[in-house]
């Protein structure tokens, strides 16, 4: 049977089975999934995780060990990268230093069969698109870091790829202009309808823009999610402590109750968990309760509830302007909580550490996790 | 980014307190460098210095000036042979070991494989190998393989002791920019034969030029290779070393070597103008 027709209709990249190994290391390890169709899809993960292997097996600079890659529909075992439908922004931009910003940008079209004029039509348009019109004849070395990348940009937009492979294009941006260029990037993907594959370790770069985000660590993917649920339904300890911060507590299932799950969660009492449904495991399980610092509520006086509350002492406490975080220890429990709270009241100067306070939660606030 | 090109660049307009400059004017490190320059250049001035000299004799005191040694050596057919020889000889050097260091310092470079590092050693064994033993050593081989000896001989040789110093140049230079820009272009659609005339050739240049310079005085310079493998037509130094049997050629020897101490002056400085123009280029984006 033809391999291709494995792929869903809606797939532009179909990854089979993939492994890279170097050596005895196993950069990329059996990797399996689909990127759709006008996707902005994000590989995030530590460096090392093998998310630059991976893209780069997308690219064609390296060949998998085993297994096959599809894009459209096409093998690409043996395709070397020119002549692949895909294109490139490097981590460092790679503008050909002795080329001028035009030239740079056309350095792909000498096979296009274009004559001058429209030649000069389409570098002018992408010159437009990244909104440097005029900066045509200047050299690479006269160019900032966030023009170098808006050139590298347009140089692989112009071929009109049908997948866009970015390698942490904003890595190497101060704090502010990321932010800016992370909007602008989101924008631009959005309309020129090209699938961008973006390589980050950023994890809210990658929450920001993505329709949807691989999690990869040790060269496997450990989830694929839209960010939201990604951030809300981790599907394991690990994704659940890279994105975001997460407090865990080890516990055991007692039972269930309606579409709620009880769980004995040690120092936090009996906890009741709504968000994993009928997937959560059955009584006596060993699993892990996480919660997240901003879902918990703190508060100085005795809230008149009677579960789903625990009483502790804060140890530390950090005033953010907009918010707050606290770290609360509880008995039977070495490590603090962390509580992120919004300073919804005036704060005050009083000192906010060593206070007795209650914290809170609700039971759709509860993820259950069995690894 | 700016920074790195900055840095790179000579510091020529540091300003130096002007007491710490005179404190230091004439201390001994002066007259040590004054006397290393003289050491190194005052033997090679009497080359132009007699070759005006209005004497068959090479001595002092200094008779009174005069061109007609120069005349004499454009006079000398042997002579312009041996030159044109020499340049021929030298021209060919140049180019092939260039290439072949090209491809030597781009596998250095680029590829990962098997005894890289032993191999890289294996191709600097003529650097150090003495001269007198590969002479020897080449002249049994070319007997042994029925090989006349002729220019082309002498033209081998040269390209043996050529290839470790192109490959040298041509190493750093390439190590000197990023090879992800050899990727992009690989990326955008050009394949490894065209992207290396778009991107690597032209980004390497300086170190071409540098490298056709030095291996071109290399061989030309060369004697002893040339003394063993010489057939009936022969190389400027050894020309000039045969001639040294009869004192009346020598002043026109004199004359020529002027010329050449002069050429080979003015084409070092230019090819290390050339390197040191390319370096201070920033090739590295972002880094």
């Known amino acids: ?371 | 980014m700016s920074t790195q090109s900055e840095a790179s660049r000579p510091a020529a307009h540091v300003h130096v307190p002007s007491s710490v400059m005179e404190g230091r004017k004439y201390g001994f490190l002066f007259f040590y460098a004054l006397f290393y320059i003289a050491f190194l250049y005052v033997p090679s001035l009497f080359l132009p210095l007699f070759s005006f000299n209005d004497s068959i004799y090479i001595a002092f005191p200094l008779k009174g000036f005069t061109l007609k040694w120069y005349g004499e050596m454009m006079a000398s057919a042997g002579l312009l042979d041996a030159l044109y020889n020499s340049l021929k000889v030298a021209g060919v050097v140049a180019v092939v070991a260039t290439i072949l260091g090209m491809l030597a310092a781009k596998a250095m470079t680029r590829y990962t494989f098997p005894a890289k590092g032993a191999l890289a050693s294996f191709i600097m064994l003529p650097f150090v190998v003495p001269g007198i033993i590969l002479g020897i050593a080449l002249l049994v081989l070319t007997f042994s393989i029925g090989l006349q000896l002729s220019l082309f001989t002498i033209a081998v040789a040269h390209v043996l002791v050529c290839v470790p110093f192109s490959m040298l140049v041509l190493i750093s230079r390439l190590e000197g920019f990023d090879k992800n820009l050899e990727e992009a272009s690989l990326d955008l659609g050009e394949n490894a034969w065209t992207t290396f005339w778009r991107v690597t050739f032209p980004l390497a240049l300086p170190g071409v030029i540098a490298s056709l310079l030095l291996t071109f005085l290399s061989s030309f310079d060369e004697f002893i290779l040339a003394f063993f493998l010489a057939g009936n037509e022969v190389t400027l130094p050894i020309y000039i070393w045969s001639q040294l049997r009869f004192p009346s050629k020598l002043p026109s020897v004199l004359a020529l070597g002027s010329l050449i101490f002069m050429v080979s002056f003015v084409l070092i400085v230019f090819a290390e103008w050339i390197r040191r123009r390319g370096v201070s280029e920033p090739t590295k984006p972002g880094a």
């Open chain 1, 1 to 371: 049977m033809n391999q291709a027709m494995n792929t869903t209709t809606n797939a532009i990249i179909s990854i089979r089975s993939c492994s890279k190994l170097f050596g005895p290391v196993r950069a990329v390890d059996d990797i399996s999934f689909d990127i759709a169709r006008g996707e902005f899809f994000s590989l995030l993960g530590p460096s090392g995780c093998g998310k630059t292997t991976l893209l780069r097996m997308l690219a064609g600079f390296e060949q998998p060990t085993k297994g096959n890659i599809f894009i459209d529909g096409a093998g690409m075992a043996g395709v070397p990268p020119h002549l692949r439908p895909t294109n490139m922004v490097f981590q460092n931009y790679a503008i050909f230093p002795h080329l001028d910003v035009r030239k740079n940008i056309a350095y792909g079209l000498r096979k296009a069969g274009l004559d001058k004029k429209q030649l000069d039509a389409k570098v002018d348009e992408m010159l437009e698109l990244i909104k440097l019109p005029g900066f045509g004849s200047r050299a690479a070395h006269q160019l900032s870091g966030g023009q170098r990348q808006r050139v590298a940009l347009a140089r692989a937009l112009i071929k009109r790829p049908k997948v866009l492979l970015l390698d942490e294009p904003l890595g190497a941006l101060d704090k502010k202009l990321r932010e800016e260029m992370q909007l602008e990037l989101r924008a631009l993907q959005r309309n020129v309808g090209i699938t961008f594959v973006f390589v980050t370790h950023d994890q809210e770069e990658a929450l920001t823009m993505s329709d949807r985000i691989a999690v990869m660590s040790s060269g496997k993917v450990l989830q694929i999610e839209s960010p939201a649920r990604l951030y809300e339904m981790p599907n394991c300890k690990e994704v659940a402590g890279f994105i975001g911060t997460m407090n865990f507590f080890d516990a055991k299932v007692k039972g269930r109750e309606g579409n709620a799950t009880l769980v004995d969660a040690g120092p936090l009492g009996t906890v009741r968990s709504t968000v994993n449904g009928s997937t959560a495991p059955g009584a006596g399980a060993a699993i892990t309760v996480a919660l997240r610092p901003e879902k918990i509520n703190i508060s100085f006086q005795q809230p008149n509830v009677g579960e789903n509350v625990v009483k502790g002492t804060t140890s530390a406490a950090a005033y953010l302007g907009d918010r707050s975080h606290f770290y609360v220890s509880i008995p039977g429990r070495d490590k603090p909580i962390a509580v992120a709270s919004q300073n919804i009241e005036r704060a005050s100067d009083a000192s906010r550490t060593d206070q007795t306070v209650w914290l809170t939660w609700r039971d759709d606030s509860v993820v259950l996790l069995t690894s």
